[in-house]
């Protein structure tokens, strides 16, 4: 990796939504939102806190309401949530949430088991979603699963994740953000799919979601940065993963992943002391619920 000292890089916290979600028991509300209140005081500026989806299918997000009506809003912190279609989009709007994430898949299969449809429908589905964004002003975030790896149909192509990021962006999003759901992605992975994607889309609205599974997350990261990519998500204590990805580990730790870019020069703009602290309480309070 090239050293670029001074550089920014943005970390977009996604613990109290992709960690909490593969939880096996629930987590209590209170919990989520004291873990999200200290979260906003770590230097953080996006934070993914919630999932406005169906509670049948990943009853761990079924407070989703609840979280965002609970947290103390940080000055300069934006809240964002997962919107899988138009009923969830207007509970979020409901609850005030104001940067929505629609999720779609470079694989049919995921797609079909995370969602209950095929790509093209979910883009369709999107569409409503994505046009109510706009009209209420609220910032849409895209995400494309199993960049390289699935857990049904296991290598993907790179040309699958272009055409879905592709359609993220003509949907709006700002930003789409690349998933290595599995978490089994090496840095030859990664590299063989920014060379398709770069030669389409722009680095600077592209960022990295690399689950840790295989422990190749950081020099996942390393290898996106090289590329260009200044954003990736991860999440606290590296908790998570998702219900329908089985075996699929958590997302990069966000202080691992902090320690790591400041070590190199890059600027975080997080307190490693904060975000340490919100680490030690989501742990102990996992711990906790696991024994009672
Ligand atoms: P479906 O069963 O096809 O939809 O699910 P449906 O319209 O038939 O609804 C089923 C039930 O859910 C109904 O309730 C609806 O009312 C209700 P019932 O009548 O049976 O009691 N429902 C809802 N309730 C609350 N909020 C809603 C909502 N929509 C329907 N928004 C659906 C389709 C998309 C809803 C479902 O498949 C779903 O919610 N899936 C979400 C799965 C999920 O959250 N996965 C994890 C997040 S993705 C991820 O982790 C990957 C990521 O991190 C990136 C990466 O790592 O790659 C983002
Ligand atoms: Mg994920």
Excluded at 22 to 31: C, H, K, L, R, W
Excluded at 69 to 92: D, S
Aim: hydrophobic share 45%; net charge negative.
């Amino acid at each position: 990796m090239t050293q670029k000292s001074g550089k920014a890089v943005r970390i977009y916290e996604v613990g109290p939504r992709d960690g909490l979600q593969n939880e096996p028991g629930f987590v209590p509300t209170a919990t989520k939102i004291a873990l999200i209140d200290m979260l906003s005081q770590t230097g953080l500026t996006h934070i993914e806190a919630a999932s406005f989806v169906s509670p049948r299918w990943v009853p761990q997000m079924a407070d989703a309401g609840a979280v965002m009506a609970g947290i103390a809003p940080a000055p300069g912190v934006i809240y964002a949530a997962l919107t899988p279609n138009l009923r969830g989009m207007e509970a979020a709007l409901a609850a005030g949430v104001r940067e929505v994430a629609i999720f779609a898949s470079a694989s049919e299969s995921f797609s079909q088991r995370n969602i209950n449809c095929s790509i093209a429908e979910s883009l369709a589905r999107f569409a409503p979603v994505a046009a109510l964004a706009q009209e209420a002003g609220v910032a849409l975030r895209g995400y494309v699963s199993c960049i390289t790896h699935c857990p049904y149909e296991g290598d993907v192509r790179p040309g699958a994740a272009l055409s879905v990021s592709e359609a993220l962006f003509s949907l709006g999003c700002y930003e789409v953000s690349l998933g290595d759901t599995l978490g089994r992605a090496v840095p030859q992975d990664i590299d063989r799919l920014l060379a398709v994607l770069l030669l389409r889309l722009d680095p600077a609205r592209l960022a990295g979601h690399f689950h840790d599974t295989g422990g190749q997350a950081i020099a996942n990261v390393d290898v996106a940065l090289a590329a260009g990519l200044r954003v990736f998500d991860s999440s606290i204590a590296g908790l998570g993963g998702c219900p329908y990805a089985p075996g699929a580990k958590g997302n990069v730790s966000t202080t691992l992943l902090a320690r790591h870019l400041e070590s190199a020069g890059w600027v975080t703009g997080l307190d490693l002391t904060a975000l340490a602290r919100a680490e030690e309480y989501i742990r102990l309070k996992l711990k906790e619920g696991a024994g009672s």
